[in-house]
């Protein structure tokens, strides 16, 4: 599948986060997927449309149903992506704490 979307773009929707969040669970029927939210069935339809061509689902078809799945696989990359600027968040944070400290005011 030729992905026309970025991933980043398909998680900064709460509402496709929420969906990842429910299928990370269980796999999961459009259907019930659409009954955890107050928007249409096409709209959550459309959402899991942009979930699953950026890879972050994937569909099983059982019989007449159609389940999605999560793919661990996608978010690893995602992960691995922001883990340096986690780390250099860490360090810097950890710099200013030091920095802090070091002029903390005496009683």
């Given at each position: ?57 994937k569909q099983e078809q ?32 950890q710099k200013l704490e ?10």
């Amino acid at each position: 599948m030729e992905l026309r979307r970025d991933v980043f773009q398909a998680i900064a929707d709460p509402t496709r986060r929420a969906i990842i969040a429910l299928v990370a669970m269980q796999a999961m029927t459009p259907s019930a997927i659409a009954e955890n939210f107050d928007s249409s069935r096409q709209t959550i339809s459309k959402h899991i449309q942009i979930l699953t061509e950026c890879e972050l689902l994937k569909q099983e078809q059982h019989g007449r149903e159609i389940y999605y799945h999560f793919n661990p696989k996608k978010m690893k990359e995602i992960a691995d992506f922001i883990e340096p600027y986690r780390n250099m968040w860490e360090e810097r944070f950890q710099k200013l704490e030091a920095i802090m400290k070091k002029y903390k005011p005496k009683k």
